[in-house]
């Protein structure tokens, strides 16, 4: 069963790939497969897709993303704990998707290094996709911080979560749990640092440095990581 409409080719094209992924990976076989199926000018779904089945591992990560980002939108957080909210979020990135052995290949294309880039700037896609999608508001260096924490929390998840054959995946989203976890604790640390007076001395001058980095406004985000728009 699909989800893309008859007009939108990219996406046709993807859902066809998927039925080919489990077993030929994201390669050119599943590429070639995916336009054979769908009957779609090899041209065009080459001027939609220039590396192939690469950008299709590329599309399907998005499509994740944009998937997570409407349903978290629908989602009320009235009464939550915000690193339960957090963790929440990271939880629903993974369960929007159906597809665990497509999850699987893909890790494995991005761990090439020819590829490493590109995986490096999805990771920080989701979490940016994450942060926004939370109402952050930080445009100091934290913005920074806090994509690069949380893209470390989700990918280790992510290879949890592809190892887990607990009940539920249970293992997994307690495991999550520990992640989220650790990074409270790492917040709190750095909160009380800054509130002695001994370290606030200390870490003035890095502050001051940090303190003049500003994230890049939303329309001007192409320049970093996870800033490159895929097929829909």
Not at 12 to 40: C, I, K, N, P
């Amino acid at each position: 069963m699909t989800d893309s409409t008859t007009n939108d080719v990219p996406g046709r094209l993807l859902d066809a790939a998927l039925a080919h992924v489990a077993f030929d990976g994201w390669s050119d076989t599943t590429f070639r497969a995916a336009v054979a199926d769908t009957g779609v000018n090899p041209v065009v779904a080459r001027g939609l897709f220039p590396r192939g089945a690469v950008d299709m591992a590329v599309a399907f990560h998005r499509r994740g993303d944009a998937r997570m980002a409407a349903k978290l939108a629908e989602m009320s957080s009235d009464g939550m704990r915000y690193r339960d909210i957090v963790a929440r979020a990271v939880r629903t990135r993974i369960e929007i998707v159906s597809d665990r052995e497509a999850v699987r290949r893909g890790t494995t294309l991005f761990a090439l290094p020819i590829y490493a880039a590109d995986g490096a700037k999805l990771i920080w896609g989701t979490a940016d996709r994450i942060w926004d999608a939370l109402g952050d508001t930080a445009r100091d260096f934290n913005w920074y911080s806090k994509r690069a924490t949380l893209a470390a929390v989700f990918s280790s998840t992510v290879l949890y979560w592809l190892g887990d054959d607990s009940p539920d995946c249970d293992a997994t989203w307690a495991f999550l749990d520990r992640r989220i976890e650790d990074v409270m604790r790492i917040e709190k640390t750095k909160a009380k640092m800054r509130g002695n007076p001994l370290m606030k001395r200390v870490l003035a001058g890095p502050d001051k440095v940090l303190g003049q980095i500003r994230a890049p406004r939303s329309a001007a985000r192409n320049d970093l990581p996870g800033g490159w728009t895929a097929p829909r």
